[in-house]
């Protein structure tokens, strides 16, 4: 499906803030971004949360292990209130010492004020296909 200009906007303006949050380690924040029925999975084993309590705990374990992220070949497509996004991700792990590559998709939820993260899968390789 192909989101409005402004729906994409939109989405785009709150992965962006959630990128920076995720940045300067401000999971109170991240958290005020997602829906309390939000669910995921990470890059390392175990990585998996079923709540926004386990989203918390999640980020506790991982915003200082991954630094530096940055999002990138972004496609986002939408149906009134729901939007689901996929693309590249980037970040430095400060356990390896390496920059790091990979895939994210995310689904977000508008709430009429905002537009919410329910899910959240990252992966691993990158791939080098355009989305």
């Not at 390496?98 to 390789?125: C, E």
């Amino acid at each position: 499906m192909n989101p409005s200009r402004q729906t994409s906007l939109q989405v785009l303006d709150s992965l962006d803030l959630m990128v920076r949050l995720w940045n300067i380690g401000d999971i109170a924040g991240l958290l005020s971004h997602a829906g309390r029925e939000c669910s995921g999975f990470g890059f390392w084993p175990g990585d998996q949360f079923n709540d926004i309590v386990e989203f918390r705990e999640f980020l506790e374990r991982r915003a200082g292990r991954m630094t530096e992220v940055s999002l990138s070949d972004i496609c986002v497509d939408a149906i009134g209130t729901i939007s689901w996004i996929r693309g590249t991700c980037s970040f430095y792990d400060t356990d390896l010492k390496i920059q790091a590559k990979g895939r994210f998709s995310a689904v977000l939820k508008g709430t009429g004020h905002a537009w919410v993260l329910v899910h959240l899968h990252l992966s691993f390789p990158s791939g080098d296909k355009d989305c």
